[in-house]
C-alpha cells in the first residue's frame, strides 16, 4: 500500500515556464488536497477535490490549475511559474466514507523552485 | 472555520512528559480538535483526534475541557526522535479541509 506517491520530488523551473505536479493515491479515498509550504510556514490550502469530477478553491488559488477525472489521481498545473511560487508542494488525501472524519494522509512533498 | 493559537516554540530534554497548549475559543459545536506532527522535509502526520475530554493513543494524549476552549496534546517520555513542528487543527465535521497555523516547533534536547 504505497499511500500518496508525489512525483517529482524536486523541480527548477524559469520564470514563466509551466509544469504538473502529480499525486496518486491507492487508498480509494474521495477527498484529496494540495498544500504549499513557505520556510518557516504553516501548510496553506491550494485547491481540493472531494471527488471525482469536482474541484474547488482553497485560501490561495491562483496561479494553480486541478482537475479530477480519476479517483486516484489529482494533478496539480503550474501555467506559468513565477518566483513567488517557490515553495513545499504536499499533496493530501483522506475520506473514507465508512469512516467519517478520518485522518489525512499526505505526500512526501515536492520542492518547487522558479527562478 | 476556529483560528487556533498555540506557542510558537518548546525545548525540552529526554525522557520528560511535553504539553503542548492550543487556544480555539471559537470553536463549534460540530468541530473536532486534530493534531498533526511534521518532521523537516516530511509531509504532516496525523498524531490524535478528540472532540471532549480525554482521548489517548499509543503515540500520545489529547486533553480537552468541559468548554472546549483548548486542549492540550501531551507527549511522554519525548526521545531525540519526537522533535517536529506540531500543528493544533479544528476541524468541522462535515468538512474535510485543513486548515493549518504555524505550529509549535518541539526541540527535544539529550
Known amino acids: 500500500n504505497a499511500g500518496v506517491t508525489q512525483t517529482p520530488k524536486f523541480q527548477v523551473l524559469k520564470t514563466g515556464q509551466s509544469m504538473t505536479l502529480q499525486c496518486a493515491q491507492d487508498?480509494?479515498?474521495?477527498?484529496m488536497s494540495w498544500y504549499r509550504q513557505d520556510p518557516g510556514m504553516g501548510l496553506r490550502l491550494i485547491h481540493y477535490?472531494?471527488?471525482?469530477?469536482?474541484?474547488d478553491q482553497g485560501e490561495v488559488p491562483n496561479g494553480y490549475n486541478v482537475s479530477r477525472s480519476t479517483t486516484e489521481d489529482f494533478p496539480l498545473r503550474l501555467l506559468s511559474a513565477a518566483p513567488s511560487q517557490t515553495s513545499v508542494y504536499f499533496c493530501?488525501?483522506?475520506?473514507?466514507?465508512?469512516?467519517?472524519?478520518?485522518?489525512?494522509?499526505f505526500g512526501q512533498g515536492t520542492r518547487l523552485t522558479v527562478v | 472555520l476556529a483560528k487556533t493559537t498555540q506557542p510558537i516554540s518548546m525545548d525540552s530534554y529526554e525522557g520528560q512528559e511535553v504539553n503542548i497548549t492550543c487556544s480555539h475559543n471559537?470553536?463549534?459545536?460540530?468541530?473536532?480538535i486534530t493534531w498533526y506532527q511534521q518532521f523537516p522535509s516530511q509531509g504532516p502526520r496525523f498524531i490524535i483526534q478528540?472532540?471532549?475530554t480525554k482521548v489517548t493513543n499509543e503515540v500520545a494524549s489529547l486533553f480537552i475541557p468541559a468548554d472546549r476552549k483548548s486542549s492540550t496534546l501531551s507527549l511522554p517520555r519525548v526521545s531525540l526522535s519526537d522533535t517536529a513542528v506540531y500543528y493544533c487543527?479544528?476541524?468541522?465535521?462535515?468538512?474535510?479541509?485543513?486548515?493549518f497555523g504555524s505550529g509549535t516547533r518541539l526541540l527535544v534536547r539529550p
Open positions: 493530501a488525501s483522506n475520506l473514507d466514507r465508512t469512516r467519517p472524519n478520518t485522518e489525512a494522509f
Open positions: 487543527l479544528v476541524q468541522r465535521d462535515s468538512s474535510y479541509k485543513l486548515i
Open positions: 487508498m480509494n479515498h474521495e477527498y
Open positions: 471559537n470553536i463549534a459545536t460540530n468541530d473536532y
Open positions: 478528540g472532540y471532549k
Open positions: 477535490s472531494v471527488g471525482a469530477g469536482i474541484t
